[in-house]
């Protein structure tokens, strides 16, 4: 005997529901064809990705691109602006730092020290608010010397080598009517820079403070009449800096192993000389550029067979 089987009733429905019921699943059918075609047509619009091989190699360009500096999302703070770097500050061994110490004690216009291998030059360097005060006064007390002393020029700023300014000046007396007479005080035996065997031997000079010990490679010494802005402290741009370069080493009795870029700072000394009988314009002045990794190294030095000469003003 077979299981017994429980079938369904049969129900019959209106008509009216049947017709809608079709229309229903009509309406349906053609809604699923319809968002089937708009999926097609977007995704035939929607741009392609395409995976890089691993050997395939960028486009390669016949001059480098510049650098370009990371982009910040909305928000975001941007990244510091990398400046320009001189080499790692060095502190003043014990002694010089006492005489820095020293002569600050005596006079707060001390601003570091200055000493030039092979001469009496070895100074405290002062500075005023103009370029005048200390032209007849000492260095201890403040009080009437001929000689003067020592100083920096009124718009020299900075106390390291990071923050000093880009051509810091410095200018002291020379009080010797001759320039074959070099025993005097201040700046009167910068002049030895003119002997060729000199400039083969004392080719660095030391500027310091408290807060850095410098050194300096000697890249021109020169004859020069006032009308080269050869004490523009604030270059205002590199072009205007390497001009000023340039013009040094064209005018230098010698000529120095030493590459100048714009991305160095240099030291300019001035002083009077008598070279050229009594024109007051006329001036004898040593540059030097900052040695950022401290090192003393001696470099060929030639004579200039043409240096170029000043050229003073006839009134």
Sequence with gaps: MLPLVKTKKIINLPPFIRILSYLLMVFSLLFCFLVYILLMVNLGDTPTMSVPSENALPPVSSSP???QPPQSGPGEIPPPVQEAYYGETVLPNSDLAAKIRTASKANTDTVGWLTVPGTAIDYPVMQYIDNAYYLRRNYIDRRYKFA???????????TNRNDLSRNY?????NLTMSDDKLDGEMF???LRF???DFARQ???IYYSTLQDTMIWQVFAVFYTDTNYYYINVSPGSDAEFMDLVNEAKQRSEFIYDADITAGDKILTLSTCTYRYNTKAEQRFVVM???VPDNTAEAKEVLINPRPKPPNFDEN
């Design 65 to 67: 691109a510049s650098p």
């Design 148 to 158: 003067g002393s020592i100083f920096a020029d009124y718009r020299d700023v900075g």
């Design 169 to 173: 000046v410095i200018y002291g007396h």
């Design 188 to 190: 009167a035996e910068l």
């Design 194 to 196: 003119r002997d060729y």
């Design 202 to 204: 004392s080719q660095y």
């Design 288 to 290: 030097a550029r900052l």
